[in-house]
């Protein structure tokens, strides 16, 4: 290990990980061409389209603005650990049933953040829907789908009426 990089020990989909990275090295990128998990997505590369949150300690982050060492001692969730084929989670399954997705480049970032969302408000109201949701960027759909999908999805997860 040089000077210019880090050990870096973290919970990968709950999986105990060490790595030495550089110490410029983005989570985003050690995510994708570490460990191989393509579902985070890099767009904007700014902190600005959500394509690519993670979920580190529950809270929805832009991996592309998070260095490696930050997320050090630290439990990450991406998008390959939300759900699996056969055993998606309530809001894959919510966005698949409302068709709230078209190319589906922002889907994973916009899962993440919904999933977070849902942790912290079982039964958000449109307008948190649409304040959390505000960091992820979706060219394709229009809102309405996405919203009506994060409704859907507080429902299957025991929310009472999603309105």
Same mark, same amino acid.
């Given at each position: 290990m040089t000077q210019h990089e880090v050990s870096v020990s973290l919970r990968l989909n709950g999986a105990d990980e060490t790595i030495t990275v550089?110490?410029?090295e983005m @989570? %985003?990128?050690? %995510?994708?061409?570490?460990?191989?998990?393509?579902?985070?997505?890099i767009g904007c590369d700014?902190?600005?389209c959500g394509a690519c949150t %993670?979920? %580190?300690?529950g809270n929805p982050v832009a991996s592309c603005s998070t260095f490696t060492w930050q997320a050090d001692d630290r439990d990450v969730t991406t998008i390959e650990g939300l759900g699996q084929p056969g055993n998606l989670s309530p809001e894959q399954t919510a966005v698949?049933?409302?068709s709230a997705f078209?190319?589906?480049?922002?889907?994973?970032? @916009? @899962?993440?953040?919904?999933?977070?969302l849902l942790d912290t408000h079982p039964n958000p109201d449109r307008d948190t829907i649409v304040e959390w949701l505000g960091a992820n960027i979706c060219r394709c759909t229009g809102y309405q789908m996405i919203i009506e999908a994060v409704q859907r999805a507080a429902e299957l997860r025991g929310g009472s009426d999603a309105s």
């Amino acid at each position: 290990m040089t000077q210019h990089e880090v050990s870096v020990s973290l919970r990968l989909n709950g999986a105990d990980e060490t790595i030495t990275v550089p110490t410029s090295e983005m @989570l %985003v990128d050690t %995510v994708r061409e570490r460990f191989g998990l393509k579902g985070t997505n890099i767009g904007c590369d700014q902190a600005s389209c959500g394509a690519c949150t %993670v979920r %580190v300690e529950g809270n929805p982050v832009a991996s592309c603005s998070t260095f490696t060492w930050q997320a050090d001692d630290r439990d990450v969730t991406t998008i390959e650990g939300l759900g699996q084929p056969g055993n998606l989670s309530p809001e894959q399954t919510a966005v698949a049933e409302n068709s709230a997705f078209q190319c589906g480049y922002c889907t994973p970032g @916009l @899962l993440m953040s919904t999933s977070a969302l849902l942790d912290t408000h079982p039964n958000p109201d449109r307008d948190t829907i649409v304040e959390w949701l505000g960091a992820n960027i979706c060219r394709c759909t229009g809102y309405q789908m996405i919203i009506e999908a994060v409704q859907r999805a507080a429902e299957l997860r025991g929310g009472s009426d999603a309105s």
